[in-house]
């Protein structure tokens, strides 16, 4: 009896249960990393009076020269336009209060040994930040629970219960899976958490779906009655291999690409996306045909 | 093995299709995208205008071209302490919410060096023509006040014992007796004991004028003209705006009330993205180049039938980018991006199955190219339909649940499942039946290889 996919899906089934429970204990106690864009962090606020010439740039690279050679990491920098001025404002998880001082010398000295902008006034702030920015996560759990439910009965009415218990195992894993690895690693949870959460979920249940739809189609097919239904399983999904590793390489590709950039939030969601693929494509590949035959009874013969 | 012979039946089963007829076809379908890319892509002057290309009218949400900010300070006036923070930035946030603003910044902040007290509020969002009475009606201040009398502009207070108002709702529009102006309507629905005491009011005289306020000096609804029982419908009485903004936050006003705490707001200040600069410009070239990868993949992969895979996922892009300024409410944010990606993905995947289908159909039995190609297509049909419909469900319950980022993703990814649906069922279908005439060695054309017995 073939046994290589059922073998490898309870060393994942065990690991990633592992997983999701300290996943879940971590998110229970500390929850997710919840960047500056969330709530409690730190704002630095540079501000010229006056935005003549090159003035913000000036003050730009006069911030950014001082982060480098202090070792300060400050996420997204966003500017805002003011009636005659400027303003950066740089976002930090730490309090940065003590090198007020230093980046305002820095800055100030910058805008002074230019000739264009000299005589431009440059005033720094450190402010404690207390914000959330995005819906509540909670709804999109809901929701892709609630999604999860629906494609079950939709996988019932197309295939009966083996497929619908599976895409529905597989989908439930991954996602949580995702949320447990987001918890554990303590990347930065940003306003697309639940973006790519949902992802996860998705890219589980396509896959699934359409891998049931092969045991199907292998059993229609095959007139071997004494191949057990573990093996079909076997057998089936190392035939849907290739499909899974497109689809993993193309999401792969797809977080390549926005990671390529190298913006601070753009590298975020490709790390999201790339955990959202991991779990999405594992979870189908291995869940789907473990549970599909667990249900349909492993050793029995078709 | 039977050799291909040309001009053999097409693969979608129906009559010859001539080479020639397949060059003119693939001709027409040529012009047609390229007419599509340009118009998507490409922005150009016409007479004193510019068009400003498919891509230039996408409505951009305020974490991907930045918007404008606003501060509220602590009035000086201001008569209570601010107990919990962080209960005024999630009212805020739900009263943006209400008002129809899906991704914005609410933020508290106070100077981490000094010993201030007070948080300062900074709101970011999406600049609109509304924005600024917008922000007003959400930092409003007091509780709704209800005032009647026999004289126009009542101020005398009434229904004081009880709640009288239940809440309100935008009602939606409609068109006015001269058949071109439009109005929108507010109901505000009065609890059984605030209905029964006006209804005694308006009853025990001539004339009565209703007036309702927010906090000091914020007029809601005017006490100018009497009220009568006919206004009402049950327990609900209609009022008229001009317009849908501000009914809109007439409503919101009278659900929610005022804070608690008075502030003053800042002028608007201009603001980036949150995310960073030029977000959308990446975001579209990383769209381009996942979309690039995914057709050399294809031709890599598949040669002759991955060039028709490629002419449908440059269609699908094509199509996609068109629903989100054809369908009405899109508004892209970043969620919105990674919709678009996921969905290119999925439709990616889909022509995948499908080609690997035909290719181990014609490996493992002794069909031709084109029975091959016709199995391989009917053989897929459903898993392609199940893997549509899987993603769709969990789209449609992410828009009923959620709101922001998420709200956007499942819009475009939604719209992408469909669009990727046609794609890979109907386009490459087509292009492979335009293709195959065209083949002179339809084997070595499409990188098929019968299996080794």
Same mark, same amino acid.
């Given at each position: 009896?073939?046994?290589?996919?059922?073998?490898?899906?309870?060393? &994942?089934?065990?690991?990633?249960?592992?997983?999701?429970?300290?996943?879940?204990?971590?998110?229970?106690?500390?929850?997710?990393?919840?960047?500056?864009?969330?709530?409690?962090?730190?704002?630095?606020?540079?501000?010229?009076?006056?935005?003549?010439?090159?003035?913000?740039?000036? /003050?730009?690279?006069?911030?950014?020269?001082?982060?480098?050679?202090?070792?300060?990491?400050?996420?997204?920098?966003?500017?805002?336009?003011?009636?005659?001025?400027?303003?950066?404002?740089?976002?930090?998880?730490?309090?940065? +209060?003590?090198?007020?001082?230093?980046?305002?010398?820095?800055?100030?000295?910058?805008?002074?040994? %230019?000739?264009?902008?000299?005589?431009?006034?440059?005033?720094?702030?450190?402010?404690?930040?207390?914000?959330?920015?995005?819906?509540?996560?909670?709804?999109?759990?809901?929701?892709?629970?609630?999604?999860?439910?629906?494609?079950?009965?939709?996988?019932?009415? /197309?295939?009966?219960?083996?497929?619908?218990?599976?895409?529905?195992?597989?989908?439930?894993?991954?996602?949580?899976?995702?949320?447990?690895?987001?918890?554990?690693?303590?990347?930065?949870? +940003?306003?697309?958490?639940?973006?790519?959460?949902?992802? +996860?979920?998705?890219?589980? $249940?396509?896959?699934?779906?359409?891998?049931?739809?092969? &045991?199907?189609?292998?059993?229609?097919?095959?007139?071997?009655?004494?191949?057990?239904?573990?093996?079909?399983?076997?057998?089936?999904?190392?035939?849907?291999?290739?499909?899974?590793?497109?689809?993993?390489?193309?999401?792969?590709?797809?977080?390549?690409?926005?990671?390529?950039?190298?913006?601070?939030?753009?590298?975020? =969601?490709?790390?999201?996306?790339?955990?959202?693929?991991?779990?999405?494509?594992?979870?189908?590949?291995?869940?789907?045909?473990?549970?599909?035959?667990?249900? %349909?009874?492993?050793?029995?013969?078709? | 093995?039977?050799?291909?012979?040309?001009?053999?039946?097409?693969?979608?089963?129906?009559?010859?299709?001539?080479?020639?007829? $397949?060059?003119?076809?693939?001709?027409?379908? +040529?012009?047609?995208?390229?007419?599509?890319?340009?118009?998507?892509?490409?922005?150009? !002057?016409?007479?004193?205008?510019?068009?400003?290309?498919?891509?230039?009218?996408?409505?951009? #949400?305020?974490?991907?071209?930045?918007?404008?900010?606003?501060?509220?300070?602590?009035?000086?006036?201001?008569?209570?302490?601010?107990?919990?923070?962080?209960?005024?930035? #999630?009212?805020?946030?739900?009263?943006?919410?209400?008002?129809?603003?899906?991704?914005?910044?609410?933020?508290?902040?106070?100077?981490?060096?000094?010993?201030?007290? #007070?948080?300062?509020?900074?709101?970011?969002?999406?600049?609109?023509?509304?924005?600024? $009475?917008?922000?007003?009606?959400?930092?409003? &201040?007091?509780?709704?006040?209800?005032?009647?009398?026999?004289?126009?502009?009542?101020?005398?207070?009434?229904?004081?014992?009880?709640?009288?108002?239940?809440?309100?709702?935008?009602?939606?529009?409609?068109?006015?007796?001269?058949?071109?102006?439009?109005?929108?309507?507010?109901?505000?629905?009065?609890?059984?004991?605030?209905?029964?005491?006006? =209804?005694?009011?308006?009853?025990?005289?001539?004339?009565?004028?209703?007036?309702?306020?927010?906090?000091?000096?914020?007029?809601?609804?005017?006490?100018?003209?009497?009220?009568?029982?006919?206004?009402?419908?049950?327990?609900?009485?209609?009022?008229?705006?001009?317009?849908?903004?501000?009914?809109?936050?007439?409503?919101?006003?009278?659900?929610?009330?005022?804070?608690?705490?008075?502030?003053?707001?800042?002028?608007?200040?201009?603001?980036?993205?949150?995310?960073? $600069?030029?977000?959308?410009? %990446?975001?579209?070239?990383?769209?381009?180049?996942?979309?690039?990868?995914?057709?050399?993949?294809?031709?890599?992969?598949?040669?002759?039938?991955?060039?028709?895979?490629?002419?449908?996922?440059?269609?699908?892009?094509?199509?996609?980018?068109?629903?989100?300024?054809?369908?009405?409410?899109?508004?892209?944010?970043?969620?919105?991006?990674?919709?678009?990606?996921?969905?290119?993905?999925?439709?990616?995947?889909?022509?995948?199955?499908?080609?690997?289908?035909?290719?181990?159909? &014609?490996?493992?039995?002794?069909?031709?190219?084109?029975?091959?190609?016709?199995?391989?297509?009917?053989?897929?049909?459903?898993?392609?339909?199940?893997?549509?419909?899987?993603?769709?469900?969990?789209?449609?319950?992410?828009?009923?649940?959620?709101?922001?980022?998420?709200?956007?993703?499942?819009?475009?990814?939604?719209?992408?499942?469909?669009?990727?649906?046609?794609?890979?069922?109907?386009?490459?279908?087509?292009?492979?039946?335009?293709?195959? !005439?065209?083949?002179?060695?339809?084997?070595?054309?499409?990188?098929?290889?019968?299996?080794?017995?």
């Amino acid at each position: 009896m073939k046994t290589g996919i059922m073998k490898k899906a309870k060393i &994942y089934l065990i690991i990633a249960l592992v997983a999701i429970a300290a996943g879940m204990t971590m998110f229970g106690v500390l929850g997710f990393n919840s960047s500056i864009d969330y709530r409690y962090g730190y704002e630095l606020s540079i501000e010229i009076d006056q935005n003549t010439g090159n003035a913000a740039e000036v /003050m730009k690279d006069a911030a950014v020269d001082y982060f480098a050679t202090n070792g300060l990491n400050p996420y997204y920098p966003g500017t805002q336009q003011l009636d005659e001025g400027a303003q950066l404002i740089y976002k930090f998880n730490a309090d940065v +209060s003590e090198k007020k001082g230093e980046i305002l010398t820095a800055v100030q000295n910058a805008l002074d040994d %230019k000739s264009e902008v000299k005589g431009i006034k440059a005033t720094v702030e450190v402010y404690e930040t207390n914000g959330a920015s995005d819906a509540p996560f909670g709804y999109a759990v809901l929701a892709v629970g609630v999604g999860m439910i629906a494609v079950a009965i939709y996988m019932f009415i /197309m295939q009966r219960i083996s497929a619908a218990v599976a895409t529905l195992c597989s989908g439930v894993l991954a996602s949580a899976l995702f949320m447990s690895l987001m918890a554990i690693i303590r990347l930065p949870a +940003s306003p697309f958490v639940a973006v790519t959460f949902a992802a +996860s979920g998705i890219i589980a $249940s396509l896959l699934s779906a359409s891998t049931a739809h092969a &045991y199907k189609e292998y059993i229609k097919n095959n007139d071997n009655g004494k191949i057990s239904f573990a093996d079909i399983a076997n057998e089936v999904s190392l035939g849907e291999k290739k499909k899974y590793l497109f689809t993993f390489i193309s999401l792969l590709v797809a977080a390549a690409a926005f990671m390529a950039f190298g913006t601070m939030s753009f590298v975020i =969601m490709g790390a999201q996306l790339i955990f959202a693929a991991v779990c999405g494509t594992l979870s189908a590949f291995l869940v789907t045909p473990f549970i599909w035959a667990l249900i %349909k009874g492993a050793g029995k013969n078709k | 093995m039977r050799p291909e012979k040309r001009g053999e039946h097409s693969a979608s089963g129906g009559g010859n299709m001539s080479k020639g007829k $397949s060059i003119i076809l693939l001709s027409i379908i +040529s012009l047609l995208t390229a007419f599509l890319l340009v118009m998507t892509f490409v922005r150009f !002057p016409i007479g004193v205008r510019n068009y400003n290309s498919v891509l230039g009218a996408i409505d951009l #949400d305020y974490d991907m071209v930045g918007g404008t900010a606003y501060t509220l300070t602590l009035s000086e006036d201001n008569e209570e302490d601010v107990d919990d923070i962080d209960e005024v930035v #999630d009212t805020l946030e739900y009263r943006l919410r209400a008002l129809g603003y899906s991704v914005f910044s609410v933020k508290a902040v106070k100077p981490a060096d000094k010993d201030v007290k #007070d948080y300062e509020i900074r709101i970011e969002t999406k600049t609109t023509s509304s924005l600024s $009475s917008d922000i007003s009606v959400v930092a409003s &201040y007091g509780e709704i006040v209800l005032k009647g009398g026999e004289n126009a502009n009542p101020t005398e207070e009434i229904l004081t014992e009880e709640k009288a108002i239940a809440g309100a709702n935008y009602a939606g529009s409609y068109l006015g007796a001269d058949g071109s102006t439009t109005y929108y309507q507010v109901a505000i629905n009065f609890t059984e004991y605030g209905y029964r005491e006006l =209804m005694n009011l308006i009853s025990n005289s001539s004339s009565y004028y209703l007036q309702i306020e927010l906090g000091e000096g914020t007029v809601l609804l005017s006490g100018s003209s009497p009220i009568t029982d006919t206004a009402f419908d049950g327990h609900s009485l209609g009022i008229v705006s001009q317009t849908e903004a501000g009914a809109r936050q007439m409503a919101l006003q009278v659900n929610s009330g005022g804070l608690a705490y008075r502030y003053d707001i800042s002028d608007p200040v201009e603001v980036t993205s949150p995310l960073g $600069s030029d977000i959308a410009l %990446k975001s579209a070239i990383a769209i381009g180049v996942l979309s690039l990868i995914l057709i050399i993949l294809f031709i890599v992969l598949f040669r002759g039938f991955g060039v028709a895979m490629s002419l449908s996922l440059l269609l699908f892009v094509l199509l996609e980018t068109i629903m989100l300024i054809a369908v009405p409410g899109i508004t892209l944010s970043i969620g919105g991006v990674i919709g678009i990606a996921l969905s290119a993905v999925l439709a990616a995947s889909e022509m995948f199955l499908t080609a690997n289908k035909i290719r181990t159909e &014609y490996g493992n039995s002794q069909k031709t190219v084109k029975a091959a190609v016709k199995k391989g297509f009917t053989t897929t049909l459903v898993p392609i339909i199940s893997m549509g419909v899987c993603s769709g469900l969990v789209a449609v319950f992410l828009l009923i649940f959620t709101a922001g980022a998420a709200y956007c993703f499942a819009a475009t990814f939604g719209i992408g499942v469909i669009v990727g649906l046609i794609a890979s069922l109907l386009f490459t279908r087509m292009f492979c039946s335009l293709m195959l !005439p065209l083949a002179g060695d339809k084997e070595k054309f499409f990188k098929f290889k019968r299996a080794e017995a």
